[in-house]
Every structure is written in C-alpha cells, then in structure tokens.
C-alpha cells in the first residue's frame, strides 16, 4: 500500500488552526482513515471498550473531500483505503514544524513561491531494530533550511479490520429525526462548566418544538437549565399554549409522553469532551438524540467561505453513549 499527497493551503490550515487542535481535546490517539476520496480523522470507531454508543466514550467523526485537504493525491491499496492510529499532538507537532520553515520568506535572488508540504506513508529501519516502523512523514523545503519530519503511526488495519471500521461509519451517517440549533456555544459551554460542580450525569432532552433541557440531579439538589425556541431541523411541533406556564422538568415529561421529545442521560465528561470541538470553529452546532434514545449527536455545520451555503466537502459529528435508554 502506498500513500503521498501534497497539501493545500486550505487543507493545512484546517488541521493546524481547527481540526487537530479539537481532536486533540477529545482524545490523545486517533484513526486516520484514506480512501479514493475522503481523508478523515476518527475517534473511537474501532474497539471493545471506547466503541461510541456501545462503549466507554463519545465516536468524533472528520472527514474531507480529498481536494479540500491535497492536492496529486496518490493512494494504492488492495483493502480500498488505508487506516493507521496516531497520537493527535505529534500530527500536530510535525505540521506545526514543517509550516515553520514552510512560512521562510525567500532569499534575495530565490524564485518566487514556496515548496508545497508533501505527507506520505514510509518503512523506515529505527536504530536498534531488525524490522521496519510504519511513519507518516512530513516534508518541506525553506529559504534556509529543509525538514523531515516523522511521525510513528500503527501497523496499517487489516482488511478485516477497515471493513469494520468502514461498517462503524456507515451505522454513524443516521441523523436523528429532530435536530435543534444552539446558535451559541461559549454559552452552552458556561452552563456546562457550572452543572458539572453538581454532579456526573446530565440528563438532556431535545424537543421538536425547538427546546434543549440540560439538567443535573443529585440526592441533595437538581439543578439545570433549557433553551427555548431554537431552530428545528426534521421533525416538529407546535407546543402546546397550556404548557407555557408549566415548569422546564415538566414540560419536558409531557412532550416525551406526547412523543415530540427524547430524554437520555450521558456521562459529563463525554459532553465537555464534545464541546471541544468548538475549536474547529463550525458556522453551526446542532443537538439532536437517536431514534429510541440510542445516543445523543452533536453535528457541526460549515459554510463555504463568503456564503451562506453548507460546506459538502467537510463533514464534523460527535455521538455520545447514553448511560441510560432513554425516553420516547
């Protein structure tokens, strides 16, 4: 199998400024995947105990167009794609390096135009070993100076293996029939940074009337809070006027046994991991819970720069695992 690209100047700096950065909160060791024509960033997908919704921590999903991140994209592979684990800081470390001496202004004399930043799987004899160490490495040339730069990556995944993981995604594409917008993330974030003083489990609840409840209970206090009005993506409803003056708690229980909302409990941890992902600075955040309270999705919307039309070349999603099964 083979792999070598070049990036493009959009491409790095997605990584750099965005997408490492958030993948990094969210956990140390992510996949790679490659494909004829996707490249992406996974969290969680693959294993027994940290396999998202049946597991022990929130499934992060990043995925680009091929042509957003490189440019003469050659990939070769007899399982349809390539997949390999990192830690996240030394992607991010050796992108950082390269873009140093990427960014050299030229010489008096030197043509115009630096080098592009070349990425590609190598074998390479470490000191002291018999056998070959997978790498993915990162290449540039400066004004003044060259970098290589390696980073040690796992054995590429099996077939087997890629199937599974490709199976994973396919199960995560399914949005949820209701999703609502919080067009304001630094708040939610506030919020969440006081109730998790309380306690460890939240218990959040999406309704189609466009309501988000977060709500945090102990033997000693229950405390929470809701958003009122947000837009609605899928299916809706009319709230009902008799249930305005009844308490955030109450108005929830009845839309669930009206069937216009789910309620599920998911670990705080797994939620202030997922609100990291505001780091990639998305146009739009939307919550929403899976039919029959299978897991809570968080899905991140991009805009092409200077419009306002949806972004197809990235795709950003996080799923939490419920600890409870929820309300419908």
């Given amino acids: 199998m083979k792999f070598k690209a070049f990036f493009t100047d959009d491409g790095i700096s997605l990584l750099d400024k965005r997408f490492l950065p958030a993948m990094d909160k969210v956990g ?35 995925q680009f167009a091929k042509d957003l991140l490189f440019r003469e994209y050659n990939l070769a592979s007899r399982n349809g794609g390539i997949a390999f684990s990192a830690e996240v800081a030394l992607l991010h470390r050796a992108l950082r390096s390269v873009l140093a001496v990427h960014a050299q202004p030229p010489a008096a004399g030197d043509a115009p135009g630096a080098p592009a930043i070349q990425v590609k799987l190598v074998n390479k004899l470490a000191a002291g070993s018999r056998s ?67 306690g460890d489990l939240l218990t959040v609840g999406v309704i189609q009337y466009g309501d988000l409840h977060l709500q945090v209970s102990t033997s000693h206090v229950t405390v929470g809070s809701e958003f009122r009005k947000l837009r609605v993506i899928g299916d809706r409803a009319n709230a009902p006027v008799a249930d305005q003056n009844l308490t955030a708690s109450t108005r929830l229980d009845m839309a669930v046994e009206r069937g216009e909302a789910l309620s599920v409990q998911v670990n705080m941890k797994h939620l202030v991991k997922s609100l990291h992902c505001h780091l990639a600075k998305p146009d739009y955040t939307f919550y929403g819970i899976a039919p029959g309270g299978g897991c809570l999705t968080v899905v991140f919307q991009y805009f092409i720069p200077g419009t306002r039309l949806a972004d197809k070349s990235i795709s950003f999603y996080c799923r939490l695992p419920v600890l409870d099964p929820g309300s419908s």
């Fill in 132 to 198: 070959a160490t997978p790498f993915l490495t990162f290449e540039t040339k400066g004004a003044r100076a060259a970098v290589v730069q390696d980073v040690p990556i796992s054995r590429p995944l099996s077939r087997s293996d890629i199937e599974r993981l490709q199976a994973a995604l396919d199960a995560a594409k399914d949005l949820p029939q209701t999703l609502v917008q919080v067009p304001d993330l630094p708040q939610l974030q506030s919020l969440v940074d006081r109730l998790k003083n309380v």
């Fill in 28 to 62: 140390r060791v992510c996949h790679v995947f490659l494909t004829p024509t996707h490249a992406m960033l996974l969290h969680n997908l693959l294993g027994a105990t940290a396999a998202g919704p049946d597991g022990g921590g929130p499934q992060c999903v990043a």
